[in-house]
């Protein structure tokens, strides 16, 4: 590679930073079905440093999750399938 071109980033040799951001936002795009961009926008808006662990990690994708859809975090979910039954009483 000469002087004159632009180094290039590879995903093996980015920085951590970037490739945790990149990661996490991936995460958040599956998730919800976003698109990668705005997945990579939520990610960025509520990270306010680089995640020290797998729980700031999830924390932040919680957050970005719950800026994606608008999502009240404190509300119960039920994720359970309706068009199958798993309840032990028939």
Known sequence: MSAGQPKQHHPQTA????R???RLAELVA???DCSPEQAHAAVEAVKAGEPA??????EVVARAMSAVRRVDLRDRIDLR????DD???T
């Open 15 to 18: 920085p951590a930073r970037d």
């Open 20 to 22: 945790s951001s990149s």
């Open 30 to 32: 599956h998730l919800t």
């Open 53 to 58: 662990d797998s729980d700031e990690a999830l």
């Open 81 to 84: 399938d309706i068009s199958k």
């Open 87 to 89: 309840s032990p009483i």
